[in-house]
């Protein structure tokens, strides 16, 4: 079972049928379909017979490179269901969901050449230009989305607004954006990347933020919050050392109560400061310090000097029924190895229940699903250690032993690095991991989340990058790339 808080409804988590308390919402409002991250997407259209037969519905353009995932607005009868995509060149786009046709774009500020960032700290980065990122996040009950973007600023070099617009038309909702340099003290714009997932908790949207590529200057791990009543009110947190990003793509999660980040490398420092752990932080954000609030490894410090971080997949948050405890975080490095923590008690330094080396390293978004048979972690990985190196997605099982194990059940080839998703018929059964085969084969596979048996594999897609997660609703399965947006029935 997966982290949902019994039957009650976390923020922007798609039940699909609302744990039996009202009319059906297919909404998928943040990224992998809810605050825990688990990637998981339930319609009885979704069976394994019906996914075998997938077929191209539509295409529709897009400008710009896709990095963030679309989202997915349910209207429930009140007009066309919409897909919202939004591109590095700072456009978003509202599609209708069915026709592919477009309802509305808007261009907002110019995105960020990366000619500013070689201007101001040196050869930095790996994209050109530089615009929205990480994935937005839906407000329903208001009615708007939230990003952040980059721009180029005289003053600064660069800026990072977090933007609200109307779902209805695109339109600016009235005091924003919000200029996040301008509102955080010692927030350096032109440093930080924003590569994570945002989310919303108590009101406050939630932004993370990391470095650019090569780790350039003195950036640092932030979190930071906006009210989404006022968008002067921002409060913010960043890790004591320099560096430790927050960019693997899960972003941020949230079990309703409590904030989680994975952080990368920081300096070559003696002390643990925040660099190559998993962090929870209370609302605000603030972060108390102690080590029932951070877990790190012991061998942080080569993990910091090797660049290789643990914070490269991000955290989602699992529920292991039987388990003591069962209330889980899990992430994934760069290292290869598979961390589980306590959600209740981080364990501080050498503190997870289990850190075990499972693959060449990660880099994308996990899921999280559970089958009769267990319950599972799946990934794309580089491959190696528990499968062949041909073999880069990997699912593993969780298993409610004391101590906790797990169990590497089976391995599969998608030639790439995409991020992965789950659907499945009713929340437990046909269970189907999805994958695209990013920036090699860029064609999107599906396989038997039992067995890992080929189920689905459709015609390429056009360049999708890794940190881009594909996205399914109502029968439907919508994948972004760098020119445009396909859309895959398998009703």
Same mark, same amino acid.
């Given at each position: 079972?997966?982290?949902?808080?019994?039957?009650?409804?976390?923020?922007?988590?798609?039940? !699909?049928?609302?744990?039996?308390?009202?009319?059906?919402?297919?909404?998928?409002?943040?990224?992998?379909?809810?605050?825990?991250?688990?990637?998981?997407?339930?319609?009885?259209?979704?069976?394994?017979?019906?996914?075998?037969?997938?077929?191209?519905?539509?295409?529709?353009?897009?400008?710009?490179?896709?990095?963030?995932?679309?989202?997915?607005?349910?209207?429930?009868?009140?007009?066309?269901?919409?897909?919202?995509?939004?591109?590095?060149?700072?456009?978003?786009?509202?599609?209708?969901?069915?026709? !592919?046709?477009?309802?509305?774009?808007?261009?907002?500020?110019?995105?960020?050449?990366?000619?500013?960032?070689?201007?101001?700290?040196?050869?930095?980065?790996?994209?050109?230009?530089?615009?929205?990122?990480?994935?937005?996040?839906?407000?329903?009950?208001?009615?708007?989305?939230?990003?952040?973007?980059?721009?180029?600023?005289?003053?600064r070099f660069g800026r990072h607004l977090v933007y609200a617009l109307s779902l209805e038309d695109g339109s600016t909702v009235p005091?924003?954006?919000?200029?996040?340099?301008?509102?955080?003290?010692?927030?350096?714009?032109?440093?930080?990347?924003?590569?994570?997932?945002?989310?919303?908790?108590?009101?406050?949207?939630?932004?993370?933020?990391?470095?650019?590529?090569?780790?350039?200057?003195?950036?640092?791990?932030?979190?930071?919050?906006?009210?989404?009543?006022?968008?002067?009110?921002?409060?913010?947190?960043?890790?004591? *050392?320099?560096?430790?990003?927050?960019?693997?793509?899960?972003?941020?999660?949230?079990?309703?109560?409590?904030?989680?980040?994975?952080?990368?490398?920081?300096?070559?420092?003696?002390?643990?400061?925040?660099?190559?752990?998993?962090?929870?932080?209370?609302?605000?954000?603030?972060?108390?310090?102690?080590?029932?609030?951070?877990?790190?490894?012991?061998?942080?410090?080569?993990?910091?000097?090797?660049?290789?971080?643990?914070?490269?997949?991000?955290?989602?948050l699992v529920d292991l029924p039987k388990g003591n405890p069962s209330e889980l975080a899990v992430a994934i490095g760069k290292d290869?190895?598979?961390?589980?923590?306590?959600?209740?008690?981080?364990?501080?330094?050498?503190?997870?229940?289990?850190?075990?080396?499972?693959?060449?390293?990660? *880099?994308?978004?996990?899921?999280?699903?559970?089958?009769?048979?267990?319950?599972?972690?799946?990934?794309?990985?580089?491959?190696?250690?528990?499968?062949?190196?041909?073999?880069?997605?990997?699912?593993?099982?969780?298993?409610?032993?004391?101590?906790?194990?797990?169990?590497?059940?089976?391995?599969?080839?998608?030639?790439?690095?995409?991020?992965?998703?789950?659907?499945?018929?009713?929340?437990?059964?046909?269970?189907?991991?999805?994958?695209?085969?990013?920036?090699?084969?860029?064609?999107?596979?599906?396989?038997?989340?039992?067995?890992?048996?080929?189920?689905?594999?459709?015609?390429?897609?056009?360049? *999708?990058?890794?940190?881009t997660a594909p996205m399914a609703a109502k029968g439907r399965i919508y994948v972004a790339a760098e020119d445009r947006l396909s859309?895959?029935?398998?009703?």
């Amino acid at each position: 079972m997966l982290a949902t808080c019994g039957a009650r409804k976390l923020p922007g988590e798609n039940l !699909g049928d609302n744990g039996g308390q009202g009319t059906a919402d297919y909404s998928v409002l943040e990224h992998h379909n809810g605050p825990v991250r688990t990637g998981v997407y339930t319609h009885p259209s979704f069976t394994r017979k019906a996914a075998s037969g997938i077929h191209l519905d539509f295409t529709t353009a897009l400008e710009g490179a896709v990095n963030a995932q679309p989202l997915f607005v349910d209207r429930r009868g009140a007009g066309p269901d919409l897909v919202l995509v939004a591109t590095e060149l700072n456009q978003v786009s509202a599609i209708d969901a069915s026709t !592919g046709a477009l309802i509305w774009r808007r261009q907002l500020d110019p995105p960020l050449p990366q000619q500013r960032l070689v201007d101001a700290i040196g050869p930095c980065g790996n994209m050109d230009p530089i615009g929205i990122t990480g994935t937005p996040i839906i407000d329903q009950s208001t009615q708007q989305i939230y990003f952040d973007l980059a721009t180029p600023d005289d003053a600064r070099f660069g800026r990072h607004l977090v933007y609200a617009l109307s779902l209805e038309d695109g339109s600016t909702v009235p005091g924003w954006p919000a200029d996040v340099g301008a509102l955080v003290p010692g927030f350096r714009d032109i440093v930080q990347n924003q590569r994570g997932a945002l989310t919303i908790l108590n009101g406050r949207v939630y932004i993370p933020y990391g470095g650019h590529a090569g780790d350039c200057a003195d950036y640092r791990g932030w979190l930071v919050s906006i009210s989404t009543l006022d968008p002067s009110d921002a409060l913010a947190w960043s890790t004591a *050392v320099a560096g430790a990003g927050i960019w693997g793509p899960s972003g941020v999660a949230t079990d309703a109560i409590s904030l989680f980040v994975a952080t990368g490398n920081g300096a070559d420092v003696p002390k643990w400061m925040g660099s190559e752990g998993v962090l929870r932080l209370d609302d605000g954000p603030t972060f108390s310090g102690l080590p029932a609030d951070y877990y790190a490894p012991l061998d942080w410090f080569t993990l910091d000097e090797g660049d290789v971080d643990l914070g490269g997949s991000g955290v989602i948050l699992v529920d292991l029924p039987k388990g003591n405890p069962s209330e889980l975080a899990v992430a994934i490095g760069k290292d290869g190895k598979f961390y589980v923590v306590d959600r209740s008690n981080l364990g501080g330094l050498g503190g997870a229940l289990l850190a075990e080396l499972v693959s060449g390293g990660a *880099v994308t978004a996990p899921s999280a699903f559970s089958t009769a048979n267990g319950t599972f972690v799946t990934f794309s990985s580089y491959g190696g250690v528990a499968c062949s190196v041909l073999e880069n997605i990997i699912t593993i099982r969780i298993n409610p032993t004391s101590p906790l194990t797990i169990s590497p059940i089976w391995c599969a080839s998608a030639p790439g690095y995409g991020s992965t998703m789950v659907t499945n018929t009713d929340g437990m059964s046909e269970s189907i991991v999805w994958a695209v085969g990013a920036e090699i084969d860029n064609r999107l596979f599906g396989f038997d989340g039992d067995t890992g048996a080929l189920i689905a594999v459709t015609d390429e897609l056009g360049e *999708v990058t890794h940190f881009t997660a594909p996205m399914a609703a109502k029968g439907r399965i919508y994948v972004a790339a760098e020119d445009r947006l396909s859309a895959f029935t398998v009703k």
